[in-house]
């Protein structure tokens, strides 16, 4: 069984930057692609960006050019780096894994971006 555990978010003014980590509770090699979903109030859950185990990289295109997903295999963490944060980008963020005979979730972190 692999835990996610999902840290870096908080409030922050529009135009700032925040970091949100996604550690794995242990190595997995079942686990290929991992991603980051947002949910904001009253919307469906969106997928945001996802990464590969070889690295290839997707973006909504609401947050092409703003967010970078990255991942460290040494330290089974995946990162979204966000930039020039927008108020619509408020939501509880989760990281996900996908893994050969069943997907993984994280709790959830709550990003909120002040106007």
């Known amino acids: 069984q692999v835990q996610l555990v999902e840290s870096g978010g908080g409030l922050v003014q529009a135009g700032g930057s925040l970091r949100l980590s996604c550690a794995a509770s242990r190595s997995s090699s079942s686990i290929n692609a991992m991603g980051w979903y947002r949910q904001a109030p009253g919307k469906q859950r969106e997928l945001v960006a996802t990464?590969?185990?070889?690295?290839?990289?997707n973006y909504a295109d609401s947050v092409k050019g703003r967010f970078t997903i990255s991942r460290d295999n040494t330290k089974n963490t995946v990162y979204l780096q966000m930039n020039s944060l927008k108020p619509e980008d408020t939501a509880v963020y989760y990281c996900?894994?996908?893994?050969?005979?069943?997907?993984?979730w994280g709790q959830g972190t709550q990003v909120t971006v002040s106007s």
């Open positions: 990464i590969t185990s070889g690295g290839s990289t």
């Open positions: 996900k894994g996908w893994g050969i005979s069943r997907d993984y």
